[in-house]
């Protein structure tokens, strides 16, 4: 399987993803993106070059994708302590897998791949928001070796429970055709922990 970036042109597949990922969530209770997200957010993230697919082939349509940054989403931040946003980290957003890849852990290697990019960039955390009521999902975080970190008690804040784990180098099995840069862009490699 190969990793690509994102082009504008993959607009409709993402939104599909997030459309299909609602339609199997609701019936189970849970409403996790049930409210259409803005095109455009996810416009500004491909252009960016901050969103991934994942592909068997080139050719192929995205069975998977992710979106990571360093830029805690806006109305989240005041859920990260100073201290905490003061840390190198990489945030996962937008992660979906097509249910026809389910039971595959294709997640749980997505995740272990954007550690090992996190790593090599120099950060400390891969970090993440989840949905506050989906414990289904903060299982499966905590599985994948996430701590949690702390749930806001805000009832209006739907994506309010916290996770981290450290940034390590991991074997991903993944062809990486991103062409992103061990280090950030312009940006001198940093040891962990500086």
Same mark, same amino acid.
């Given at each position: 399987?190969?990793i690509v970036?994102?082009q504008?042109?993959? $607009?409709p597949?993402?939104l599909?993803?997030?459309?299909d *990922?609602?339609?199997w969530l609701?019936?189970?209770?849970i409403?996790?993106?049930?409210q259409?997200f ?7 993230s491909i252009?960016?070059?901050?969103v991934? $697919?994942f592909?068997?082939?080139?050719a192929?349509?995205a069975? *998977? ?5 360093r830029?805690i ?12 946003q003061?840390?190198?980290a990489?945030y996962?957003?937008?992660l ?5 890849y389910?039971g595959?852990?294709?997640g749980g290697?997505?995740l272990?791949?954007?550690g090992d990019l996190?790593?090599?960039?120099g ?8 949905w506050?009521?989906n414990?289904r $999902?903060?299982r499966?975080? $905590?599985n994948?070796g996430?701590?949690h970190?702390?749930t ?7 994506s309010g ?5 450290p ?8 062809g ?10 312009n940006?001198p490699?940093?040891k962990m922990?500086?």
């Amino acid at each position: 399987m190969i990793i690509v970036r994102a082009q504008p042109a993959d $607009l409709p597949r993402l939104l599909r993803f997030r459309k299909d *990922a609602a339609g199997w969530l609701q019936p189970q209770g849970i409403d996790q993106w049930s409210q259409p997200f803005p095109a455009s957010n996810i416009a500004a993230s491909i252009e960016a070059g901050e969103v991934f $697919l994942f592909k068997e082939d080139q050719a192929l349509d995205a069975v *998977a994708t992710v979106t990571l940054d360093r830029t805690i989403d806006p109305e989240l931040l005041d859920l990260w302590t100073p201290e905490e946003q003061a840390e190198r980290a990489l945030y996962v957003h937008k992660l979906v897998v097509d249910r026809q890849y389910a039971g595959r852990d294709l997640g749980g290697r997505i995740l272990d791949w954007a550690g090992d990019l996190a790593a090599r960039q120099g950060e400390r955390w891969l970090r993440l928001d989840a949905w506050t009521t989906n414990t289904r $999902l903060h299982r499966y975080y $905590l599985n994948h070796g996430f701590h949690h970190v702390r749930t806001t008690q805000d009832p209006n804040e739907v994506s309010g429970w916290l996770a981290q784990r450290p940034a390590r180098r991991t074997p991903h099995s993944f062809g990486d055709l991103t062409g992103v840069s061990p280090v950030g862009a312009n940006e001198p490699e940093r040891k962990m922990g500086t």
